[in-house]
């Protein structure tokens, strides 16, 4: 799988954002993770601070699959 994190202080996405189900960046995002079959997340950082987003994507080939080389 290929995973993505991003960790924000507070000024990114407003708290009551992360449990919005009709903010529309949010629910974008998660629909494009699903549609690659994986996985969208959105929690408060640490201490209830701050907004930590996760996606995991399958990764569904391989570099050699593809006709590149190992370097």
Do not use: Y
Request: charged share 20%; proline share 4%; with cysteine.
């Amino acid at each position: 799988k290929l995973g993505l994190q991003i960790e924000g202080d507070g000024g990114c996405i407003p708290g009551d954002a992360v449990n919005k189900t009709r903010s529309f960046v949010l629910v974008g995002m998660r629909e494009r993770a699903l549609l690659l079959g994986g996985t969208f997340s959105v929690a408060l950082g640490a201490n209830k601070r701050g907004t930590v987003v996760t996606a995991l994507i399958p990764c569904t080939f391989s570099p050699i699959d593809e006709g590149v080389e190992n370097s």
